[in-house]
């Protein structure tokens, strides 16, 4: 069943395809997921699609739970004219200026895996995704820890990682969600060469002046290991890396010294960080940008995934005060690498 809402139409009209008036086809179809259903994803991606108002040749289709609250679906339909179907395969049917949005009664997991696998089928051309629990993946029945390990699961990849493009700064980490106890184990040269590829790919998207600098790649100890005085990962690790960055054309300066590559005066040396696990670059990366900007991009995937570089905010669910910059910037990267 199709639904048709904006501004001068009443919400929930309902009405048969053939009585929507179609123009040309959108060259763009980007899927926009909104994760838990007790978390922010809803809000903060209702208010960046009413911040962003239609967007020149995309059309967007938006995932969320039926029976949403109904305050950002009319914040929604002040900018656009929303079509509310059940189902993506109806979504696809439907071409034209209009927001498509699908209200499901499937988990928000599985809106991720299908969007994805529509992307890998060229149906739709990315994905920005609103935050979703590990919580929520599981009692979905998945055995996927997070977005990340869904994407590398459908897509078959076994490399792929997180990075996260900020206004000061850009981060790319080597390993993700891996217990302390274990990063050195999951550390060796060829998880940091593709990771480092990944990274070197995150560049070359950067704008000409970011980039020009080289990747700057984080030592995994204190001090960077002090030449052996304080563990011996870089001795074994970074001569063999720097010898495939240099083979590689690869622009590559490291192991950088943990506690001091992050100075302010450090930011504009470099285009990316490389750091070795998931909090030695994302505390650096969330206590500067905090929610005013942050885009994580997957890196290595055959299609565009961006989301937000914030949770799921449960705390703060249904208070309408959710901050939606990082929303906001993410769906603009994801039109930005679909038209690359």
């Known amino acids: 069943m199709k639904r048709v809402s904006n501004a001068s139409l009443k919400l929930g009209c309902k009405t048969n395809a053939t009585n929507l008036s179609f123009v ?3 060259k763009l179809r980007i899927a926009l997921t909104t994760g838990d259903v007790d978390g922010i994803g809803f809000e903060v991606t209702a208010k960046a699609l009413h911040h962003l108002g239609p967007q020149k040749n995309v059309q967007f289709i938006l995932w969320r739970v039926d029976g949403a609250d109904s305050r950002y679906l009319k914040l929604i339909d002040k900018k656009w004219t929303r079509i509310t179907v059940d189902s993506l395969e ?8 209009y927001l498509i949005d699908i209200a499901s009664d499937l988990s928000p997991a599985e809106w991720v895996e299908i969007s994805a696998k529509a992307c890998l089928q060229k149906k739709i051309d990315g994905i920005a995704t609103a935050p979703l629990s590990k919580t929520s993946i599981k009692e979905a029945g998945f055995k996927d820890l997070g977005h990340t390990d ?10 792929v990682n997180m990075g996260f493009v900020g206004e000061k700064f850009n981060v790319v980490l080597a390993t993700a969600h891996v217990p302390i106890s274990k990063i050195s184990k999951s550390l060796n040269f060829t998880v940091l060469a593709e990771a480092l590829k990944n990274a070197d790919g995150l560049r070359k998207k950067l704008p000409p002046a970011q980039s020009k600098k080289p990747i700057g790649v984080l030592g995994l100890n204190p ?3 002090e030449k052996g005085l304080i563990g011996n990962e870089e001795l074994l690790l970074f001569p063999q890396l720097l010898n495939f960055a240099k083979e590689n054309k690869i622009p590559m300066e490291g192991p950088l010294v943990p506690d001091a590559a992050f100075f302010e005066s450090n930011w504009k040396r470099y285009s990316v960080y490389l750091t070795l696990y998931h909090d030695q670059g994302l505390i650096p990366f969330k206590m500067i940008h905090g929610q005013d900007s942050g885009v994580h991009i997957s890196l290595g995937i055959p299609f ?3 989301s937000v570089d914030h949770g799921t905010a449960k705390d703060i669910f249904g208070k309408n005060i ?8 993410s769906i603009r990267w994801a039109i930005k690498l679909a038209r690359l």
């Open 24 to 26: 040309s086809m959108s």
């Open 90 to 97: 109806e979504a696809l049917k439907i071409e034209g200026p």
């Open 322 to 329: 959710a901050n939606p910059h990082s929303m906001i910037d």
């Open 150 to 159: 869904i994407l590398k699961r459908l897509s078959k990849v076994k490399h």
């Open 304 to 306: 565009v995934r961006t």
């Open 223 to 225: 001090h960077a290991g």
